[in-house]
């Protein structure tokens, strides 16, 4: 903002216009004293109206900055430092409870202090006991359901390091509910289904601790900004398997059928990340160099488990390398739970999965699950080794591991893959961007859980990959590396990433941190390319966010056009409100392409034509910008312009393409009709594609065409080894019209586990009236787990709901209890979706209501609420 300077006038009193002046002065005077009584009052009134509004907001500013302090999330002040935590466990299935003994070595932190306050979430306590330089007493306390107040015998320094021992029960099950939309639940841990009673569900326990419900089953200092060595013994049935952090160092035989197991983490770290699992589990063994590998999974899906997991040895050396720290911790379990409250949890050296990673050899065939293996694997060095010291700084942890899903695809399946996964992380920030804007580090939420959302996930890997960028690969490599070491087994916030960045580049990163980590928003870009003249095409940006709550950003913008196939760039510095580069070429140019490797994190606008569409995808080098171009020209539905380029589509190098192209095929099938060849091109690749999701695809678009006509395909690739390529064909032949297919040839596979098999054989009996399934459609439902549940559901309750003979009250009663008692909130709304169905029956709709009144997730509720209200209206 400019300031307009003090100008000085120099007043020379000539006799007229000291005359003039004075008449002026007079005239005015005289005037004041004509105002009536009226306008006294009407003056005193607006003056008075005026004070009213300003003490109004002042007062309006004052609540805003008090409530600011209010709000404020300070990292958790350090009174005690817990140096070392000795656990001997075991556990009452019948009642659900942890049995305890619990031995604590503490020193207070800096300040002298004589009260201990210990997180030990509904407890039932015994005697405690202080030791102290040999001395052995009980000592008093206090216990208010969360807080453990312990007296100590006298004052201690920070020189002084005692022990607290306690027996105690913890009830983990009391309380609960609550969460996150990354974790579902606040149990800390958890029994599943713990006296054996649901058919093909194995019984386990598992723990959770993100974000503070480790003290749900052990007494301590439940803050990510305390770390601490551990000893946790486990006390089982000799015939289970227990997993936990660090090493296995004894196994003693306890008689009886029972045994204990002593896991030993001689390597300090947060109390969030203390964890265990326990149950029948079949091990596969691996290795990265003499860091050994366990992949635990339940028995009969250890085959499956060695092909899901098997690039976890080749991801650790890749990490190690890029980073340049080595995996830093004595060895790497992952473990595959059911009913799991997130999708996984990276407790150090012991990742739990959900149960969607298990599957048998066959399934593992088209597993996807890569992205959340190098995910939680990252997290031992970006969670683990080093930590956020306060969950405002959330994006150290999580940020970093989305990243590295990038990372790992950029290596591994190259860089469009990598950038369409990038992609797909910032439309999920995006989309969470239109209801809500915070600051990334943010120090003002109602609840840690509040943080875990696409802020920390998804835009702060965006903001990693952009900071990559600009520094360049091997400064910011060289940083990571620098970060790491300095605070190795230590707490972190955002400032230290900067200034390790800082240290290793010799640049001020202020500008870039303030704009993208401690502020709200994004860039919103309007850009104009004025082409009249195409040796000197100019370029115009305006930056649309709202400056009122938003940065004005400074970035890079590189500008490409390709000559001859050759590809050129230039980069400009976009940092103003609104300004105009030129770009000038010895040869005239026909497209500009802005970003066209998709590395910025903003939303951008800019007209473009659909043959200039057309042309970015015949032109560009980056799957990614082709990806975007044949997208768009899809949504627009430029007929012209994508039949003149689904050839080329279809023989795209990078899958995705391909697979797009297929699905746009599925709306157009009369250019299949006019185009024989491109029938048979589509045919092919359902033969013979090296992508199975792509020949899934192709067999889809058959299905859509002229599915009669390729009974011979779908009834060969029905038996693939893909499930991918044998649902598609299978569905192929559901959707046949000519009566080719009896019921005979789909009870072949109506014996199959796989929910994509399980899907076609239901459609099947729903469209063509097989009755007598009723029993059938009971079992999947009710064997079935995951997402493959949550699709079924729907096909499900079509059946029941058709055919209410069949078994409609028991249809209801499973429905019903997915919806009260399923741990995963996907579950339960696809089971509210399946019963909505039998709306129109009132019994049913009162049992509804009385299961929606216990629901605890927010948007659940708000999603029964509308469509109850709606029924309530309709009946």
């Given amino acids: 903002m400019k300031y307009l300077p003090v100008i000085k006038l120099e007043v020379k009193w000539y006799p007229i216009l000291g005359y003039l002046v004075f008449w002026a002065l007079f005239t005015i005077s005289c005037k004041s004293k004509q105002f009536s009584e009226a306008d006294k009052v009407q003056v005193q009134q607006e003056d008075m109206l005026k004070e009213g509004a300003a003490k109004e907001n002042l007062r309006n500013l004052e609540l805003e900055k008090e409530q600011a302090i209010e709000s404020y999330r300070p990292s958790a002040k350090k009174d005690f430092d817990i140096l070392h935590t000795d656990l001997d466990l075991s556990f009452d299935y019948q009642n659900q409870v942890v049995i305890g003994t619990a031995e604590l070595t503490i020193k207070p932190f800096f300040y002298p202090s004589k009260e201990l306050v210990l997180d030990a979430q509904d407890f039932e306590l015994e005697e405690i006991f202080y030791q102290h330089r040999g001395n052995l007493v009980s000592v008093p306390y206090d216990y208010e359901v969360e807080k453990l107040h312990i007296h100590l015998p006298t004052e201690l320094s920070r020189s002084d390091t005692f022990q607290i021992s306690l027996q105690y029960k913890a009830f983990p099950e009391r309380n609960t509910g609550g969460g996150s939309e990354a974790i579902t639940d606040t149990k800390g841990l958890y029994f599943i289904d713990p006296l054996d009673t649901v058919p093909d569900k194995p019984t386990m326990i598992w723990t959770q601790g993100e974000t503070a419900h480790n003290s749900k089953w052990f007494p301590t200092i439940d803050s990510p900004n305390e770390k601490f060595t551990q000893l946790i013994k486990l006390t089982v049935a000799d015939t289970l398997v227990t997993i936990g952090n660090g090493e296995l160092i004894k196994q003693e035989d ?514 063509q009236t097989i009755l007598g399934k009723g029993d059938w459609f009971i079992e999947q439902a009710t064997r079935m787990s995951g997402e493959g549940l949550y699709y079924f559901l729907g096909y499900f309750s079509e059946y029941f709901i058709r055919y209410p003979e069949e078994g409609e009250s028991r249809a209801v009663d499973l429905l019903l209890d997915k919806m009260e008692n399923d741990t995963r909130s996907y579950i339960r709304l696809g089971a509210f979706q399946g019963l909505l169905g039998f709306g129109t029956n009132g019994e049913i709709l009162t049992r509804i209501n009385d299961v929606a009144v216990k629901e605890k997730d927010s948007e659940l509720i708000m999603y029964y609420k509308y469509f109850l209200e709606s029924s309530d209206e309709e009946n």
């Avoid at 997130?342 to 597993?367: Q, V």
């Avoid at 080093?386 to 990372?407: K, Q, R």
């Avoid at 290596?411 to 999920?428: F, N, R, V």
């Avoid at 033969?687 to 299905?703: C, M, T």
Wanted: aromatic content about 14%; cysteine-free.
């Fill in 254 to 767: 306890l008689g009886g059928g029972l045994r204990k197991d002593y896991w030993e983490m001689k390597l300090p770290h947060s109390a969030y990340l203390a964890a265990f699992a326990i149950g029948d589990f079949g091990k596969v063994e691996a290795a990265w160099k003499e860091i050994p590998l366990g992949y635990y999974v339940e028995k009969g899906y250890e085959k499956g488990a060695a092909k899901v997991f098997q690039h976890t040895p080749e991801m650790i050396g890749f990490f190690s390398e890029l980073i340049g720290v080595r995996y830093p911790w004595p060895k790497y379990d992952q473990i595959v739970v059911r009913d799991f409250v997130s999708g996984a949890m990276e407790n150090t050296t012991a990742s739990i999965f959900m149960e969607e990673l298990r599957m048998t050899e066959r399934e593992a065939i088209d597993s996807e699950m890569d992205y959340i293996i190098a995910h939680e694997l990252f997290h031992q060095w970006f969670g683990d080794y080093v930590t956020t010291e306060s969950w405002s700084n959330l994006t150290l942890n999580e940020g970093f591991a989305n990243y590295s899903e990038f990372l790992w695809n950029e290596y591994k399946y190259g860089k469009d893959e990598a950038k369409l996964k990038l992609i797909a992380e910032t439309e999920s920030y995006f989309l969470e961007a239109k209801t809500t804007q915070v600051d990334l580090i943010r120090f003002e939420y109602d609840n840690a859980e509040d943080m875990f959302d696409s802020h920390s996930y998804s835009k702060g890997g965006a903001i990693m990959h952009m900071l990559r960028e600009y520094l360049g690969a091997e400064a910011f490599y060289e940083g990571l590396k620098y970060y790491l070491t300095r605070h190795a087994f230590e707490n972190v916030e955002v400032h230290d990433l900067r200034m390790a960045f800082e240290e290793i580049s010799g640049q001020d990163l202020n500008w870039f941190f303030n704009q993208w980590f401690l502020a709200k928003g994004h860039p919103e870009l309007k850009f104009e390319v004025n082409y009249s003249d195409p040796s000197a095409i100019v370029i115009s940006v305006e930056q649309l966010q709202d400056l009122t709550k938003a940065p004005l950003y400074q970035l890079p913008l590189e500008v490409s056009w390709y000559e001859d196939n050759e590809r050129k760039s230039k980069e400009f510095i976009v940092n103003k409100a609104s300004q105009q580069f030129e770009l000038k070429n010895e040869l005239p140019i026909s497209l500009v392409l802005l970003d066209e490797e998709k590395n910025l994190l903003a939303e951008s606008t800019l007209a473009r034509s659909p043959e200039q569409m057309r042309e970015q995808f015949r032109v560009s080098q980056f799957g990614i910008a082709r990806y975007e171009a044949l997208d768009s020209l899809a949504s627009w539905e430029a007929v012209t312009e994508l039949e003149s380029i689904i050839d080329e589509a279809l023989e795209d190098e990078f899958w995705s393409i391909r697979e797009s192209a297929l699905s746009i095929l599925q709306g157009y099938p009369e250019w299949l009709s006019d185009t024989p060849e491109l029938a048979q091109k589509v045919a092919q690749m359902a033969e013979s594609d090296e992508r199975n999701s792509v020949r899934a695809g192709a067999l889809d678009v058959l299905s859509s065409f002229s599915p009669d006509s390729y009974y011979t395909t779908f009834l060969t690739l029905a038996e693939d080894s893909s499930y991918l390529v044998a649902s598609s064909a299978l569905m192929g032949l559901v959707s046949m019209e000519s009566g080719k297919v009896g019921l005979a040839e789909i009870e072949r596979f109506a014996s199959e586990r796989n929910f994509r098999m399980v899907i076609p054989v239901a459609d099947y009996y729903i469209t």
